[in-house]
T-cell receptor, first 114, second 113 residues
Framework: DGGITQSPKYLFRKEGQNVTLSCEQNLNHDAMYWYRQDPGQGLRLIYYSQIVNDFQKGDIAEGYSVSREKKESFPLTVTSAQKNPTAFYLC?????????????FGAGTRLSVL | RKEVEQDPGPFNVPEGATVAFNCTYSNSASQSFFWYRQDCRKEPKLLMSVYSSGNEDGRFTAQLNRASQYISLLIRDSKLSDSATYLCAVNVVSGGTASKLTFGTGTRLQVTL
């Protein structure tokens, strides 16, 4: 069953803590993306990666970090520098970074601050 | 001005009605256009790509107007199951081959009996 798997589904962060959200895909897609969605808001791009060992900042990268050591995996770390981390985090992938390529989404992780 | 704008709604329509949403975009260099459907507390799922000549998939019709910089989605014979938020997404190539997908905030549709 091909798809994008995000874990955990729900995550709680304490003040000053770094947390890592997992995103794995078995679609053999080159490009992967992280978005944040706040209530009543559209999706905002945090980071994206078009190829292994390379990634670029999106529109709201501050307080976040990523790595792309394997094609299948694109974990997102929400650092303590992100002061308002409560949101719905969505990972997506596409065959490549070409504009025609459709992005497919994982089921998301809901992050809350304790 | 936002890069991609949608009327947030909600659009409340009776079952069987025809409803249309528009989505405007500000960057004339935009190259690809999509409609996604998002159910409450779920991930967005692709509904359809939008082609220059317009395209239809069953009860859904998407159109692109490059001159006025908007895309539209028409839903005919609305079903209760069509109730969801519809997000438009616009792709602009930047920095060589890299492309970014920018989403609107979504239009909420509620179909009622």
């Amino acid at each position: 069953d091909g798809g994008i798997t995000q874990s955990p589904k729900y995550l709680f962060r304490k003040e000053g803590q770094n947390v890592t959200l997992s995103c794995e895909q078995n679609l053999n897609h080159d490009a992967m993306y992280w978005y944040r969605q706040d209530p009543g808001q559209g999706l905002r791009l945090i980071y994206y990666s078009q190829i292994v060992n390379d990634f670029q900042k999106g529109d709201i990268a501050e307080g976040y970090s990523v790595s792309r050591e394997k094609k299948e995996s694109f974990p997102l770390t929400v650092t303590s520098a992100q002061k308002n981390p409560t949101a719905f985090y969505l990972c997506a992938s596409s065959r490549s970074g070409h504009s025609q390529n459709i992005q497919y989404f994982g089921a998301g992780t809901r992050l809350s601050v304790l | 001005r936002k890069e991609v704008e949608q009327d947030p709604g909600p659009f409340n329509v009776p079952e069987g009605a025809t409803v249309a949403f528009n989505c405007t975009y500000s960057n004339s260099a935009s190259q690809s256009f999509f409609w996604y459907r998002q159910d409450c507390r779920k991930e967005p799922k692709l509904l359809m790509s939008v082609y220059s000549s317009g395209n239809e998939d069953g009860r859904f019709t998407a159109q692109l107007n490059r001159a006025s910089q908007y895309i539209s989605l028409l839903i005919r014979d609305s079903k209760l199951s069509d109730s969801a938020t519809y997000l438009c997404a616009v792709n602009v190539v930047s920095g060589g081959t890299a492309s970014k997908l920018t989403f609107g905030t979504g239009t909420r549709l509620q179909v009622t009996l």
